[in-house]
């Protein structure tokens, strides 16, 4: 899936496993990774987030490549919060997410944040922890069950992709500010995407339009 947003924001999701067919694939893109990238790889314990870190990676590269820009010989710098961001590109800016079966990257000429997320079972005392009374509010109105795990993931991605554009992770505190429709952040601009498969995914991109 690729999609083009205002401002020239490029969006892409793929299955992971369509970007690393199986081990001999693997084993070639993990050591073209520049040495930051392959540290970011190595700190994930279980084989599949592994997997997954480095097929972003290669999403990303896959990105660049068509816009003439080698992304592997391109000096990363990363911000106190572990935001990464090219040196000596600072209107090439990206963002890069991963779970489940699907990875999401973003490029875009302003400061951009994503997250996919795969739909999961709602555990006890989540959304208290990380959502607004409003938001609460509108995740009661959904019944229990798959509809409101649906719900969730979605305003979840949104709190997500909007603390990655900015920059601070999660050491923003994020019932300090809610994502729904209407109700988000100034300056903040949401893009939703239903993968069909059971992921869900937000782009949120910091504009002064």
Not at 68 to 83: F, I, Q, T, Y
Not at 164 to 169: D, L
């Amino acid at each position: 899936m690729t999609k083009v947003l205002a401002g020239g924001c490029e969006v892409r999701s793929e299955r992971v496993d369509a970007l690393l067919p199986d081990d001999a694939v693997f084993a070639a893109e993990y050591a073209r990774l520049p040495a930051w990238r392959r540290g970011r790889s190595d700190a994930f314990r279980f084989p599949a987030d592994k997997r997954r870190s480095v097929a972003a990676w290669v999403l990303l590269r896959n990105i660049l490549a068509e816009r003439g820009e080698d992304a592997d010989g391109l000096e990363v710098v990363e911000n106190e919060a572990g935001k990464p961001a090219f040196a000596s590109r600072p209107d090439v800016q990206f963002n890069l997410s991963h779970a489940g079966e699907r990875v999401m990257v973003a490029v875009a000429s302003v400061p951009v944040g994503c997250d996919v997320e795969e739909i999961a079972p709602l555990r006890e005392g989540v959304a208290e922890a990380c959502l607004t009374p409003g938001e609460l509010v509108r995740l009661a109105a959904e019944p229990e069950g798959p509809s409101r795990d649906r719900a969730f993931c979605a305003m979840w991605v949104r709190k997500e992709g909007y603390v990655k554009a900015c920059g601070s992770g999660l050491s923003t505190d994020l019932k300090s500010f809610s994502a729904l429709p209407g109700e988000g952040p100034s300056g903040a601009v949401f893009e939703d995407f239903d993968f069909g498969d059971g992921h869900l995914g937000c782009v949120c991109r910091l504009s002064d339009d």
